[in-house]
Structures are given as C-alpha cells and as structure tokens.
C-alpha cells in the first residue's frame, strides 16, 4: 500500500469518488464511486481517518499522474525536502482515473439514485443529479442496448427500489427518443433527461409503498399523487435548480395534452415525453396488486393518445427502443423464451437470447438468436412473471456485442 494525503479542499461534493479514499493507517473509509453529499459528511470521514489519503498503488493511472506531477516539479527546481509533501489536488487526476467502467453496477446506480431521491435536501442535492445524469447519458449514448436490457430487467424483476428504478430508465427511454428520433438540441436532451430523473422526488418514499401495497388508495395518498408534479418542481427549485426547462416539464409531466409536439410550447413537448415515457415503464413494472405487462401491451398504452389517436412522443419511444426492447421476454416460432438483447435493424427484430427450451426447461447456457431469420421470428411477447428464471444480468449484458 502506498498512501498519499489528499487535498481535502480539491474534493467535489455531489459526484462520484474517482478513487477509494483511506485512512493514515489505510482503512478503508470511502469506496470509489461514493458519493459524499455535504461538508459535514466530510468532515466525519476526516475525523475518522485523521486525513484523508489515496492508495496510489490502488490507481496505476493516478500512480502515472502523480509521477508525472512530481517530474514536473522537479523540472521547476522545486526542493526535494518539498517533494515528499506534495498533495495530489483531485483536478490533477480526475480525467485520467474516473474512467467509466465498460460494465456499470446498476444496482450501485440503483442505489445512488435512491439516495439522491430520499435525500433531497441543500445545495448538494442537485449536484448529486447533475453526476448521476453525466454517467447515465454516458452509457446511454455509448452503449444503449446494455444500459436499456440492465434496466428494464431490474425494473420488472423487484420493487425495493422501484423509484429510483422508474426514475433510471424512464430517463434514458427519454433521452434515446429525443435524441435519436425527435433530434432535439442538446439542451432539451439534457433538461428532459433530469426531469425525467427528478420527477418524483417529492414522492419517493410514497411511490416505493405503493409498488408493494394492496390495500386501496386513501385520501391522503390521492392528494400527495395530485399534488406532486407541482411539489416536486417547487423542491428543485429549493435546491438550487434554476434551469427552466427542467422545472417546468417535471411540473407538467402529468399533464394530458393531446396534438402535434410542434403545437406545443417546449416544456410541454418534454413533459408529454416523459408522461409516455412514464405510462410504459409502469406498466412493465411488477406491483403487489398485479403482474407486469408484456412489452407490447404496455407499447400500446404508450403508441395511442387519450383520444385514441397516435401519440407522436409514443411513437418515437417504440421507434427509439423497438416493440420488444432489451430486458423484455419474448417466444419465438420455436416455443422457446428468449431475453432480448439487442434493438434489431427494424422495431420488430431484435436480437436475442433463448433462456427456456422449447418444453420450458431452463437452458444451461443462453443461446444467441437473430429474429430477423423466419426460423426464430418473434411470435409473442411474454410477461416477466411467465419466466420463472432469476437471470445472471452480467452474462446477458455481455453478449449485447
């Protein structure tokens, strides 16, 4: 182990540690990824630790940073006796050892999403959802069918944290649809992606009893669901958000404006999105009082308006992520189950893995299918609670490629 006492002053509050942060004797006190939400929360961690350090064996690319600082030092005629005491600043390194891991923890995301939805409160918060939202439009742009099969198979297989959840991957149905098929700036992009993630904040902790209750709606409950567009907008801007787009499509994301999205202002072209965006993953998430939908099921509820009439921002949902999406089920033309993998060249053909035989026997190993062939064409959706598998995520992601 080969400690380096860190610059507490360099260290951002709200986004994700680039490295492990450790004691003066090495103990572990912060893991990379953690999120230290407030001085105070800093404070401890400096209390117990005594200082903070790196473990710069830990990190070969800080390790680089760290000799490449020192070099240039020396180049400075600094004196050695000051060399030993150099504090590495975290903005000297960050870009080289925050690199994004090729396969995220999304339950880490889950859990990152949960606290920056139950924790709400001071400036720190909205910083909290600024990093939450780089990473996520990163994989998003990046590798979309691994991050869209990772959350919508967490999101129809468990209810412990189905805010958080709900909040994750209706904010990338959002972000795929504007981008890719609306072809909105890259403003819009970013503001419908935050509301899409902050939507609810005012009832996380309503919205995660819901999932698991059977008992009816009671008064208080119907008033909360009513009121919390508006109290939810009324939070960030509490916090500190002061982008107005973002403020006003979570205000209006309830809101049933049916019509053309170019007759609509712009907070309401994010806020119809997201409404549909919203209606789909719900109906593809499990509850105590019903099972999920199958994906196509839930696409129809999304594809057609109030009036009955097709809905432009559904339409670009199911052009965005296909009529049967990564994570969902379906059965092909040889009774097999399979996993969908990868969105297809058209919406109808994606690529998938067969996960139940032909008898409904689990396979030992996935095995990988191409729908576009008419001998493993999709002939129906299946719902999660027919396959009654616990999958190994990991593996599936994986063969996305």
Partial sequence: MNLIELDVDSLRLGTPLPFALRSVTGVLLARKGYVIGSRSELDVLIQRGQKLCVDVDEQQEHHRAYVSKLYDLVAQDTNLGDLETVKMATTDFVARVAERPRFPDWIDYQERTNNALRGADGAEAATRFEALYADLAYYTQAQPDETLLSLLYLSGTETRLYSATHALIVSVLCQLAANDILRWSE???????????????????????????????????MRLIEQH????????????VTDALWLEAVALHHSRTTGPLADKTPAQRLARLIQRADSFTARLSPRATRAPMGSTQAMQASYFDELKQVDEAGAA??????????????????????????????????????VLNRQGMSMLEPIVRDTGFPNYKITAPVSRREVKLQLQLHKFVQLVA
């Fill in 187 to 221: 403003a819009e992009c970013r503001s419908v992606g935050l509301a899409a993630l902050t939507m609810n904040i005012s009832m996380t902790s309503l919205q995660d009893t819901l999932s698991s209750q059977t008992n009816p709606l009671s008064g208080e409950q």
């Fill in 229 to 240: 567009p508006l109290r939810s907008a009324a939070m960030l801007k509490t916090m500190g």
């Fill in 317 to 354: 949902l199911i052009k965005a992520v296909g009529v049967y999406p990564p994570g969902s089920f379906v059965r092909l033309v040889t009774n097999e189950v399979a996993i969908v993998l990868k969105r297809g060249t058209n919406t109808t053909t994606p690529k998938v893995a067969s």
